[in-house]
C-alpha cells in the first residue's frame, strides 16, 4: 500500500451501478463491493469507502473523507461547505438530471402548492421541502419519509419525490404538480484534501478519466476512404467545429478520412457520406473522449 492514499467515497444504493460501471469505462477495475462497504480498487493510492449519497456530502466536509459522489441535492440539504470538482453527467438511469417534484395522487383537486395550505408533505429531502413551502408563504407540516413515498401519497395531501425518469409516478398514478430542485451527480472534495498538492492531483486525475469515459458514451470514431476529387464534397458534410484527419492511401487517387462525433450525428451524416462518394465506412465505439 502507497503511503500516500485518497479516501474515497463511492455512493450506496440508487447511484451504485451506475459508478462502478463508469469507473470501469474509465479503466478503474473494483472487486468485493457486493460483500463489503470496502470493496478493493486496482490503483494501491485510493482507497474506497462505500456511504449513502445522502450523507456523503458531511463525511466530505468534516474530512473523514477526502472526496465522494453524491448529488447536488443532498450537498444542498445537509448544506455540506465542500470543494465541488466538477458534475458528472450521469445518473441511475440515463444522463438526464434528477428531479424531486412535488406531487398529489391523479384524483387528487390539488393544482399548485398554494392548495396544500394546512397539509402534510411527506419527502425524505425535508430541508429543502421546508424551504421551498416558506418561500411560497405557504404554511404545511413536512414529514420524513424512509422510502415507498409513493405509496404515502394517499395517507397524506402530497408527497415530494425523486424521479429521473417519471415511470414510477405514473405507475402510482401519481400528478407532478411542480419541481423543486434539478440535481446531477457531482464529484465534491473537502477543502484541505483540496489544498493537498498529491490528493488534488489524484481527485483531478480521476475527474479526467471519468469525464472522458462519460463523453464516449455519446460518441463514436468514423473513419471512411475517400477519392480526392470528392473529398472537399465529403469534408463540407462533416460538423464545422470538428477538425478530421486527412491521410494519404497507398493508392495516391484516395484519402482516408477520419474524426469523432457524436451517435446522433454519426447516424444523420454517414448516408450523406456514402452518397457524396465515401467508401469502406467503419464506425466504432470508443472507451474515452478527453477534450
Not at 458531511?58 to 458534475?87: M, P, Q
Not at 419527502?123 to 418561500?135: H, N, R
Not at 456514402?274 to 467508401?279: D, L, T
Request: positive net charge.
Amino acid at each position: 500500500m502507497s503511503e500516500q492514499v485518497l479516501k474515497l467515497g463511492i455512493p450506496k444504493g440508487s447511484l451504485e451501478k451506475a459508478t462502478f460501471d463508469l469507473f470501469d469505462k474509465a479503466g478503474f477495475s473494483i472487486t468485493g463491493y457486493e460483500r463489503s462497504y470496502f470493496p478493493r480498487i486496482n490503483d494501491e493510492q485510493i482507497s474506497l469507502i462505500m456511504l449513502r449519497a445522502q450523507e456523503m456530502s458531511r463525511y466530505v466536509e468534516d474530512g473523514v473523507l477526502d472526496a465522494g459522489f453524491t448529488g447536488y441535492d443532498w450537498i444542498l440539504e445537509n448544506k455540506s461547505n465542500v470543494h465541488e470538482v466538477c458534475e458528472l453527467l450521469y445518473s441511475k438511469a440515463t444522463s438526464n438530471p434528477a428531479r424531486w417534484v412535488l406531487a398529489v395522487p391523479n384524483e387528487s383537486k390539488v393544482k399548485k402548492a398554494e392548495d396544500l395550505e394546512g397539509g402534510i408533505i411527506a419527502t425524505e429531502l425535508v430541508g429543502a421541502t421546508k424551504e421551498y413551502f416558506k418561500k411560497k408563504g405557504v404554511k404545511v407540516k413536512v414529514e420524513f419519509s424512509w422510502g415507498a413515498t409513493e405509496v404515502k401519497a394517499r395517507l397524506v395531501n402530497a408527497i415530494v419525490e425523486l424521479t429521473e425518469t417519471g415511470s414510477s409516478l405514473k405507475a402510482n398514478n401519481l400528478r407532478v404538480i411542480d419541481t423543486l430542485l434539478t440535481s446531477r451527480t457531482k464529484f465534491i472534495a473537502n477543502k484541505e484534501a483540496w489544498k493537498d498538492k498529491f490528493k488534488r492531483e489524484k481527485i483531478e486525475n480521476i475527474s479526467i478519466l471519468l469525464n472522458a469515459a462519460i463523453d464516449a458514451k455519446t460518441t463514436v470514431g468514423l473513419k471512411m476512404n475517400v477519392p480526392k476529387n470528392k473529398l472537399q464534397e465529403v469534408l463540407s458534410i462533416l460538423p464545422a467545429e470538428k477538425s478530421p484527419t486527412v491521410s494519404g492511401l497507398a493508392d495516391e487517387k484516395f484519402a482516408a478520412v477520419e474524426v469523432v462525433v457524436d451517435t446522433i450525428t454519426e447516424r444523420n451524416i454517414v448516408p450523406k457520406l456514402k452518397r457524396a462518394g465515401a467508401s469502406g465506412i467503419i464506425t466504432y465505439p470508443l472507451n474515452k473522449v478527453i477534450h
